[in-house]
């Protein structure tokens, strides 16, 4: 059974330190894995993707990388900031299914 | 070029009630599934449209229904509403979506009174 399982479930961080978020999956044939951010009340934003061939990907402060023998993902967060604070979730992609397996998230909370 | 559209983005249902949630696709985009999101938990499932055909069903009772248009647009209806239905309902649209995943709407917020 295709599943995804991130941890911490949440964790609370100073402004300006880093984090790092974990993401474990058994999805296979895997195709690929996206990070999304979501705000409170809001839909998802696609932060990376990342394939098979991809073992780190940036978006500003966001390095995610992606350990393809282990099936492990993790999504660094560099230099926080209180709009960092949301829940972060790790989708992965089969190859040969459409339906997404997705993570139940972490949430993150930046204070000052 | 426009995002995903869902409309209404807040809604308020007495229990018993019906619905009908809209979501506009990114244009292009034939693949449209919907989710279902309460506090604290993750996306549930519930259904993907693609060309006008569900393709994946979740784990949900028959009270949740959807379809999708000729033009990508689609429809989440249900029925005989509960207090437990009270949830962000987000819709997502992909033009290929075992290799580039979903772009996600802002989402309907329901509340069951």
């Known amino acids: 059974k295709n599943q995804v399982e991130q941890s911490p479930q949440s964790l609370i961080i100073l402004e300006g330190k880093n984090c790092t978020l974990q993401?474990?999956?058994?999805?296979?044939?895997?195709?690929?894995l996206r990070w999304y951010k979501q705000d409170t009340g809001r839909g998802p934003v696609s932060l990376t993707i990342m394939t098979f061939s991809e073992n780190t990907k940036s978006n500003g402060r966001y390095t995610a990388t992606l350990d393809a023998d282990t099936k492990q993902s993790s999504l660094h967060i560099t230099a926080s900031q209180l709009s960092d604070s949301a829940s972060y979730i790790c989708v992965v992609s089969a190859s040969d299914d459409y339906k997404l397996s997705f993570g139940a998230g972490t949430t993150v909370t930046v204070r000052a | 070029k426009a995002g995903v559209t869902q409309t209404p983005r807040y809604l308020i249902k007495t229990r018993g009630q019906q619905v009908t949630l809209s979501c506009s696709p990114i244009?292009?985009?034939?693949?449209v599934s919907w989710y279902q999101q309460t506090p604290g938990q993750g996306l549930q499932f519930l259904f993907e449209?693609?060309?006008?055909?569900?393709?994946n069903k979740g784990n949900f009772p028959g009270r949740f229904s959807g379809r999708q248009f000729s033009n990508s647009r689609s429809e989440m209806n249900v029925s005989t509403l509960e207090l437990g239905d009270s949830a962000l309902y987000l819709c997502?649209?992909?033009?290929?979506?075992?290799?580039?995943?979903?772009?996600f709407g802002s989402g309907t917020r329901l509340t069951v009174v």
């Open positions: 449209y693609f060309s006008e055909t569900q393709r």
């Open positions: 993401c474990n999956y058994t999805v296979s044939p895997f195709s690929n």
């Open positions: 997502a649209s992909s033009w290929d979506v075992v290799n580039y995943g979903y772009t």
């Open positions: 244009s292009g985009h034939r693949s």
